[in-house]
């Protein structure tokens, strides 16, 4: 998935920051992260927004840890220089690599991180048992243990990988038989497990929700974007003008 990517780079405007109308940035490997930055808007119309979509490297799935961590650097900073003093990490594998580091070695800025929808899962289901779909680098990362771990006691959490979703999402998932099977193999050891409840813990994935319902009519699936929204609009009015 090659193409356009991020543009900005050092330039007179990062010197000029102070002086730029107040901006709030969002990245994703791709298209997945507009969800939450449509949530946002919808919360915040007038907000001064920029979105970057990194396809170059595109799908972060199959990338290491540091390239991941890396593309986060480049894309947080060239953001900022724009005049973004909110970062919104639109993805969950860069929250889980990156978001840490971010913190801590660009203090002036303010970054959200996309967190698996744990908690308000463990308090819908019925079966107690609860899946999440992501990216390998999510499920591996310490956010989404200690969010297992945090608020999934008495509840079993099972977790897979949605091979394959990233590129169904960027395409247009179509609805046909090889969505279909990709769909269908990722959900089956969740539903096997009995699972009723499964967190969407990547972003491009509601991008397939009428295929994930289709397959799975009894299950819900929970998108954290609307949350995620919530939180950058709250920091968003807390910023001086
Ligand atoms: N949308 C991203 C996430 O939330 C990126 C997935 C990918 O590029 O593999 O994890």
């Not at 199959?62 to 990490?89: K, P, Q, W, Y």
């Not at 913190?103 to 002036?108: N, S, T, V, Y």
Request: charged residues 20%.
């Amino acid at each position: 998935m090659k193409g356009g990517s991020v543009a900005v780079s050092d330039s007179g405007l990062a010197r000029n920051r102070d002086a730029l109308e107040k901006a709030i940035g969002f990245f994703d490997s791709g298209i997945g992260g507009l969800c939450v930055a449509r949530a946002f808007l919808a919360l915040r119309p007038a907000a001064r927004v920029f979105y970057v979509a990194d396809w170059e490297h595109c799908p972060y799935g199959g990338r290491g840890d540091d390239e991941i961590r890396g593309c986060a650097f480049r894309i947080a900073d060239s953001l900022m220089a724009l005049g973004a003093r909110i970062v919104v990490l639109a993805c969950n594998s860069a929250s889980a690599v990156a978001l840490d580091a971010l913190r801590r070695e660009r203090p002036g800025i303010q970054f959200v991180g996309m967190e698996p929808a744990i908690k308000p899962a463990a308090a819908l289901t019925r079966t107690g048992v609860v899946g999440v779909l992501a990216t390998a680098h999510t499920l591996s990362g310490r956010l989404f243990r200690e969010t297992a771990l945090r608020h999934a006691s008495g509840v079993r959490v099972v977790p897979a990988v949605g091979e394959g979703f990233v590129e169904l999402a960027e395409t247009g998932a179509r609805d046909c038989a090889e969505s279909r099977a990709v769909v269908r193999r990722a959900l089956a050891p969740l539903l096997a497990a009995g699972c009723d409840v499964v967190v969407l813990g990547c972003t491009h994935y509601p991008l397939l929700l009428p295929l994930l319902r289709a397959e799975a009519p009894g299950v819900r699936f929970l998108d954290p974007a609307t949350a995620v929204a919530r939180r950058a609009a709250a920091l968003w009015d807390a910023l001086s003008p």
